[in-house]
C-alpha cells in the first residue's frame, strides 16, 4: 500500500435531500469513501435509506448542538464555552442521544466529529470523548490544520489558530485522545471558488501517512435555509470531486483512498 493514505469524508450527510444526492454521487464517482450524518436536520431519513444502499460508504456521527439545537446558535455555544459555564452533563447525554438515534438504523458508526468543529470546544471535547469512549466509537475528529500549511487563506488560518488553542484548553488534563489519523485537511477548501485547483495541489503535496480530507459537496436546495450559510460552494466542491482531473490524480496510484473502517486498527 502507497505510504500516503487518504480518506475522503463529506460532512453534513443528513442535512438535506440535495446535500446527500450530492454525497452520494461524489462516492459513485470513487472519491468520497466516507460521510459524517446529522441526525437532527431535515435530510435524516433521506440518507439513512441512501447509506443502506452504499454499504462501502463509512458513516459516522456528525454531533450537532448548534443548527437548530438547543445548545445552539454557534455564536451563544463559543461565548458559553470560552466563559466555562458549559453543562457538561447535557453534552453527555445530548451526545449519548445522538450516537443512539444513529445506532438504531442498524448503520455501524465508525468515527464521530463536530458540525462547525464545536465538539473540541472547552467543556464539550471531554464529554464527548468519553461518550464516544463508552459507545466503542473509534475515531474523534481533532480537525486541526496546521496555520502555516494555510498562508495563501490569511482569515483561515487565523480562525484555525484560535480553534487550536481552544482544542488545547480543552484537551488539558482531559481524557486520553482516541485513536486519530495522522493529517487533517479540508478547513481551508471549504468556500474556495478554486476549489479543483487547491485540491490537485492538496493532492500533490499530500504527507506520508494517513489524511482525512473534509469536503461538503452537494446540490444546494431550499431546505438548507435557515440550517446552514454555506450552501453556494456545495456544487463546485461536488464538481470538483467528480471531475476527470481529480479522478486521474487519485488514479495515479501513489495515494491509497481507504476508509475509516480499513485503517482503525493501524492507527
Known sequence: MPARRLIINADDFGLSAGVNRGILEAHRAGTVGSASLLVNAPGFADAVQ?????????????????????FGPLSR?????????????????????????????????????????????????RPVVETAREAGIGVVRVPLEPPLSMAWRPLAAVAQGLLAAAHRVAA???????????HFRGFALTGRRD????????????????????????????????????????DRELAGL??????????????????????????
Open 172 to 182: 488539558r488534563g482531559g481524557p486520553a485522545p482516541l485513536r486519530r489519523v495522522d
Open 195 to 234: 476549489f479543483q485547483e487547491r485540491l490537485l495541489t492538496l493532492l500533490d503535496r499530500l504527507e506520508p501517512g494517513v489524511t482525512e480530507l473534509m469536503v461538503h459537496p452537494g446540490y444546494p436546495d431550499d431546505e438548507l435555509k435557515g440550517w446552514v450559510r454555506y450552501r453556494a460552494g456545495r
Open 77 to 125: 455555544l463559543v461565548a458559553l464555552a470560552l466563559a466555562g459555564r458549559i453543562d457538561g452533563r447535557a453534552v453527555a447525554a445530548e451526545c449519548a442521544a445522538q450516537i443512539e438515534r444513529l445506532r438504531a438504523t442498524g448503520l455501524r458508526i465508525t468515527h464521530l466529529d463536530g458540525h462547525e468543529h464545536v465538539h473540541v470546544l472547552p467543556g464539550i471535547w
Open 50 to 70: 441512501a447509506a443502506r444502499a452504499a454499504p462501502g460508504l463509512d458513516v459516522g456521527l456528525h454531533l450537532n448542538l448548534t443548527a437548530g439545537s438547543r
Open 242 to 267: 467528480t471531475s476527470a482531473a481529480v479522478r486521474a490524480r487519485l488514479a495515479r496510484g501513489d495515494i491509497a483512498l481507504v476508509g475509516f473502517q480499513e485503517v482503525l486498527t493501524s492507527f
